[in-house]
Each structure stands twice: as C-alpha cells, then as structure tokens.
C-alpha cells in the first residue's frame, strides 16, 4: 500500500475497534512513513485503551514531533499516563505544557490542581483549582475538592461554603454531603453530621464511606445498634473498612462488643 492508502486503511480499522489491524498498520506506517501525521495520537488513544501505557507514551511522543494540530491534547495524554504511573514530576511537566499551549484546558488545569494535592501542596492545589474553576466555574467536583484543600487547611467555614456551592450545581451531591457530614462530625454537631451523612446515602446508596461515617457518627451519639448497622453495611460495600473500624477512636464505645468484634475480625 502507498502512504496515503495504509493511512486510511489503520484509520478505519481504528473506528471499527480492528485494534489489531490498526496497531499492523501502525508499524508499517513507522517503518515506511514515519511523518505521516495524526496518526499518532490516534494510536495513543488506542494503546492507552487497550491497557498498553508505555507503547502509547512512544506514540505520543512521536506525535509531539509531527501532529502539531494534537499538541495540547498529546501533553495531557502524557501527563495522564504519568500520573497513573504516579511520577509526578513529568505529569506535571507536561501538564504546565498543555497549558501554555492551550491556558483554558480544563482537564489539563484540574489534574495539575490533583496532583499538587496528592503531593501535600495545598496552598498550591488551592491556587490551581481555583483556577480551574475560572475555566469551568459550574464544575461540582472541582468545588467538593477545593473544598477539602480548604479543610486541610483549616478554613472550615470556606470549606463549606463550597460543599454548598456544590450542591447548588448538583442537588444530590453526594461527595458534597458526605464532607459536610464530616465538617459538621469534627465540630460535634453531631445530629447536623447524621443528617447530611444520610442525605449523602440517598445520593449514591453504595458509598462506603458515608455509611462508615455514618456509623461513627451514631457511636459518638451513643446509638450503638445504629452504628452497629452502618458499620457492617460500610465493610460489605469495602473490606478496608475493617481496618479503619479497629483503631478508629469514634468507635470506642463498640470495643467489646461481641457484633462489633465479630466485624473487625
């Protein structure tokens, strides 16, 4: 086949999901026309789906050579496959790249404001995610998480003001609610933190850590078949919750009792 001939030939095996034939194709196209471009971002997209991380990361990096038109979008792809390899320091890298290319790349801007988090900046994260919502102000989750950077540091009250912004977006929220569940739990408001911890259930019904807050909420208001419920429904839905309950001061008041040691062991 001639250039243009087996660009269109792994084009269409792309569409019609033929991975095998489009990754064929691909190979010859490195072998015999390396510069053809937009094919790999393409491919990338298609490695990445079919759980191949480094042969996409190759191809994205090729793209950056001669798919000009992908730029910003070939960044975020790297950037996005070094997050999930957890080296933060390339995803960022490539993230403050698909933004300087494109500023209003809501993805790129979000991410960038994750991982700050996850690397414990949370002056940083705040700055970044509030940037992200200048790009997207009607974005729930970037709320719910600016939010909790908020709480990190201390400014509850900013904190929950943005876990109602949240709702505002989203009226069933249920992130939003299991934090104001929580700001509401540290304060000892301890019926206002039941209250929202339950409306936080009538969201999303299998969020184990609503029901593990729940249960915690109830033993510090002294209900122990209450919190007995929630604490068994909370390990069902995620086997970790065992390992939290045992050493979890909220639930001093279960120690010893033979329900709840039968849970945790």
Known sequence: MNEDQLYKSCLEALEQGNFELAKKNYEEILEFFPNIKNINYLMGIALVEHNQPQKALIAFKRALVVDTDFEAKVCFQIAVIYLEAEVFDKAIKY???ALKIDPDYFDAQYN???ILSISGLTNAA???YKRAL???PKDEETYVNLGVEYSNNLEVE???DLY?????INPCSYLAYTNLGVEYQDAGNIEEAISYHKKSLECNSFYSLAWYNLACAYALNEEINKSLQALKKAIKLDE???EYAKNDP???ILVGNPVFEDLIN
Do not use: G, M
């Open 240 to 242: 970790e919750n065992k």
């Open 164 to 168: 109602e912004k949240a709702l505002e």
């Open 134 to 136: 200048e790009i997207d």
């Open 95 to 97: 993230l403050k790249k």
């Open 112 to 114: 960038l404001a994750k």
């Open 158 to 160: 900013k904190a929950k």
């Open 250 to 252: 909220e639930l001093d």
């Open 126 to 128: 705040i700055e970044a």
